[in-house]
């Protein structure tokens, strides 16, 4: 069990001496097309993925694949400019491995993003929705022998996004003038968007929006009881009854993810400057 302990704790240790010891509040996930919050923080030092022992590196569109240390309102953030993916042909292990590294660094809770379809019919492009539970139809990241260093065997998930943050989410949106969705996302192993059969299957089970990431953080992250806050920035509907001629453009939906980021960084600035 040690040898599989080992990979984290060198990773931490690299990261510990680049930021010279200090420990961050926040371990925040940035997903498609919205890494420019990490813009926002100050005194930054910047750990490209690939310097960093064991981590992989991010192919995806929209991820610089960048670990960025440094103030956010006044508080000490740790971001992931850019997250790994299941389809990237990575296993779980690797795609949550930067949950537990922020784990070992002391991190006292996680933000994650994502870019999401929007399945609720009532939702439009350009929303922003706290995530308030999920559907997991990806492996599960904690198969296998269990990280007893890290947590039990069978982690409760019964609030995997943290009830007091997903509070402090609504009453700061309503100070900001900000109107902000609330529902449940469904997390697919991807690499193909989904067919119309599946939007509407998805929402029928009780799904409000779809994308393929996410899941697997927020588990590895309860496992390591870290409280958790999602959002997710709905970029593209996915609906069952879409013109003949449409077809999901993965550029477009970053395009909309950048468009949204000015709001869901305003919002995650004032969040953890209450934390």
């Known amino acids: 069990m040690t040898d599989r302990i080992t990979p984290y704790k060198t990773a931490a240790e690299y990261i510990r001496e680049q930021i010279k010891g200090q ?46 240390f440094g103030d956010l309102a006044g508080k000490k953030v740790i971001a992931m400019q850019g997250r790994f993916h299941y389809y990237e042909g990575y ?40 995530i308030k539970d999920h559907i997991n139809l990806l492996p599960n990241p904690l198969i296998g022998p269990n990280m007893d260093e890290f947590g039990p065997r069978f982690p409760d998930m019964t609030r995997p996004y943290d009830p007091a943050l997903r509070k402090l989410a609504r009453e700061t949106a309503a100070s ?7 529902g449940v996302y ?12 599946e939007y509407k299957f998805f929402r029928t089970i009780g799904s409000d929006v779809v994308g393929m990431s996410t899941v697997p953080e927020i588990i590895v992250a309860r496992h390591c009881d870290i409280p958790c806050f999602g959002m997710s920035v709905v970029t593209d509907l996915a609906h069952d009854d879409m013109p003949d001629d449409y077809q999901t453009d993965g550029d477009l939906i970053v395009k909309a993810a950048d468009a949204a980021t000015c709001k ?7 969040m953890i400057e209450q934390l």
């Open 91 to 130: 296993t779980m292990q690797q795609v949550t491995f930067p949950i537990r590294v922020m784990k070992l660094l002391g991190i006292s809770y996680l933000f994650v993003s994502n870019a999401a379809g929007g399945i609720n019919l009532n939702y439009s492009i350009g929303d922003l929705m706290i």
């Open 186 to 197: 469904i997390g697919c192993t991807g690499p193909c968007y989904e067919t119309p059969a």
């Open 23 to 68: 420990t961050p509040l926040v371990g925040v996930v940035l997903g498609s097309g919205l890494g420019s919050l990490a813009d926002k923080i100050e005194n930054p030092t910047v750990i490209p993925y690939k310097q960093i022992p064991g981590f992989p590196e991010s192919t995806a569109i929209g991820h610089k694949g960048n670990l960025i």
């Open 176 to 182: 900001m003038g900000l109107k902000l969705q609330e």
């Open 264 to 270: 869901m960084t305003a919002l995650f600035e004032k």
